[in-house]
């Protein structure tokens, strides 16, 4: 399968704790993009991380790329409730992106 | 406001019967999928269309049948439904043809075919 795998299947936590998730692939890729999809929504997008970076910020968000292991991260700090919703990550190369079945990530107030 | 917007949000009808699901986009954007989404979550892109022009044709039955009039929208026709195709179908858009963009997707239309 040359989808992008996300792990934890699930993931509960207390609010105010870190989430991290966790994404492999097996292909070649220019770039890697994470989403979030909250019940009954369309996927969002979050943070597109190219291939030739290893680190990406964008406010309580981290990811992290490393090519030669082929996966990549998702960390949220500070947990909301809000931030309850599933997280898809998507391995893209030049033509499609590959997509998985996501993280579900539950936030316990 | 600008968005990605599909209707209906919520599709039930007959095995054999024939539906459409439309969608528009007012970001601009060249190019337009469609994805379905099964009862796992998995999402799987089935067309993509760049400027009208059909670039991806995923491997999917014949009775499903995009149609882009123009850049801003990409409708899908579904006919003679069958139970397997119960699932939410989501529009998405991007600036470009190559995945190097963020995509925008559409709220979904729940499918249920009974």
């Known amino acids: 399968s040359q989808q992008g795998e996300e792990d934890p299947q699930a993931l509960s936590i207390q609010e105010g704790e870190n989430a991290t998730m966790n994404c492999s692939y097996k292909?070649?890729?220019?770039?890697l993009q994470w989403y979030r999809q909250n019940s009954g929504r369309g996927l969002v997008h979050l943070i597109l991380i190219r291939s030739n970076e290893r680190e990406k910020h964008s406010g309580r968000l981290r990811v992290t790329l490393d090519t030669s292991k082929k996966s990549s991260s998702l960390l949220i700090t500070a947990s909301r409730a809000a931030d309850t919703a599933s997280y898809f990550c998507?391995?893209?190369?030049?033509?499609?992106?590959?997509w998985g079945a996501g993280t579900k990530l539950i936030i316990k107030p | 406001d600008t968005a990605v917007s599909q209707t209906p949000k919520y599709l039930v009808t007959q095995m054999g019967n024939d539906k459409s699901i439309k969608c528009e986009q007012n970001?601009?954007?060249?190019?337009m999928y469609w994805y379905k989404q099964d009862s796992k979550k998995f999402l799987k892109i089935m067309f993509s269309?760049?400027?009208?022009?059909?670039?991806i044709n995923e491997t999917v039955p014949n009775r499903f049948s995009p149609k882009s009039p123009d850049k801003a929208h990409l409708n899908l026709h579904i006919n003679s439904l069958e139970l397997g195709d119960s699932a939410v179908y989501f529009c998405a858009s991007s600036q470009a043809r190559v995945h190097n963009s963020p995509l925008h997707f559409g709220n979904g239309t729940r499918l249920t075919v009974t």
């Open positions: 970001l601009g954007h060249d190019t």
């Open positions: 292909t070649s890729i220019n770039n």
């Open positions: 269309y760049n400027n009208k022009e059909l670039i």
């Open positions: 998507a391995p893209g190369s030049n033509y499609q992106l590959i």
